[in-house]
């Protein structure tokens, strides 16, 4: 009881009307119920006030000079701040249409004069529970959602956990450089913030885009788990049944996460992680694989990652070689550019490639 009548004491219930005898009547019947009654004589001073006094409630005269309470209203309930306080408009006309109006400026109740004290009381209890009782539910459903939010962060991360472990298990299969998945994220990064300042891509690459691809870019070879490691770790020639065999693997990739996304769990993440591992290997000229795609059909994402992994690759020790300089491996590329790669992404890489790891 004595926390209720700590509430009730620091509510406070704004009071407009331009005639003083109305506002010192109303001002005792909220005493009576314990609140605390604020006094305006007209729109103006009440809308300076509220913004001060953050009121619990506002009993709002409908006929007042200069402003009336169905303008006051109206700028209350324009106003986010505002605009769930509760308005209870009372006036000496009865007309119906003038109840209409207030109600459907967002007025909450109508109470005509002469008052009758039990009824402005029982009036002022109601609105005041549905208002405390509003707050408690957008309160529980704001818990609610922060909790299901956390909860589906948490699962979400699971996911890409599981994903990386498969992913690692891939990379080792391949004997790839333990930093491979890193190296290869972190590059992608790079050469998409890089692409971000260029005309050509500003409009394609935000600050988001760029994150996820960071993220998505190491899952592309995710496919590998499924590829024999006899296979991925020949150090000699393979034959064309063998490169066929390695080349499902980005189908395999891509069926993995397509699994993932029919489950309802769709989000940018796992559809650029999608698009990265089924198309990553296809050429910018059509040459590529699985589907033949070419030129801009290739989603930007893989064409990104087309370009790095290819960078990263031959920058990297092999079961089958030792890596390429770096200036041998830009000679190289620049020889398959317009053919495996974007020329246009690969002549930004080419500005930037002593950011790169």
Request: overall charge negative; hydrophobic content about 40%.
């Amino acid at each position: 009881m004595a926390q209720e009548a700590g509430i009730k004491e620091m509510a406070k219930i704004l009071v407009v009307d331009d005639v003083d005898t109305n506002r010192f009547v109303l001002r005792d019947i909220i005493q009576e119920m314990g609140y605390q009654p604020v006094l305006t004589e007209n729109g103006m001073q009440a809308l300076k006030m509220v913004s001060r006094i953050h009121p619990r409630l506002i009993i709002l005269d409908v006929a007042m000079p200069e402003m009336d309470g169905y303008e006051v209203c109206k700028l209350l309930k324009e106003n986010p701040e505002t605009r769930d306080i509760p308005i209870i408009f009372i006036s000496a006309f009865d007309d119906p249409s003038d109840m209409v109006k207030g109600f459907d400026l967002g007025g909450e109740d109508y109470i005509t004069k002469p008052f009758i004290p039990k009824v402005v009381m029982a009036r002022l209890r109601l609105h005041l529970k549905l208002y405390d009782t509003n707050k408690e539910l957008v309160e529980m459903n704001r818990r609610l959602q922060t909790s299901v939010s956390e909860q589906l962060h948490q699962l979400e991360l699971e996911k890409k956990n599981v994903l990386y472990a498969l992913t690692r298990v891939a990379r080792e299969n391949a004997c790839y450089d333990e930093n491979h998945m890193e190296r290869l994220g972190h590059n992608c990064r790079i050469l998409a913030e890089a692409m971000q300042l260029s005309a050509d891509y500003s409009h394609l690459i935000s600050d988001a885009y760029i994150d996820t691809i960071e993220l998505a870019a190491p899952l592309c070879d995710l496919g590998n788990v499924a590829i024999p490691t006899e296979l991925l770790q020949k150090k000699e020639s393979l034959s064309q049944e063998e490169r066929e065999v390695i080349r499902t693997h980005a189908a395999v990739g891509a069926k993995i996460l397509q699994d993932i996304m029919d489950t309802g769990d769709y989000n940018d993440f796992l559809q650029m992680s999608l698009d990265i591992a089924h198309y990553h290997h296809e050429n910018w000229d059509g040459s590529g694989y699985p589907c033949g795609k070419s030129g801009e059909e290739i989603p930007l994402s893989a064409q990104i990652v087309s370009v790095v992994s290819a960078y990263c690759a031959m920058t990297e020790n092999r079961v089958y070689r030792d890596s390429y300089h770096i200036e041998e491996t830009l000679t190289m590329m620049e020889a398959d550019a317009g053919k495996k790669f974007n020329p246009n992404i690969f002549r930004i890489l080419c500005k930037i490639y002593r950011q790169l790891h």
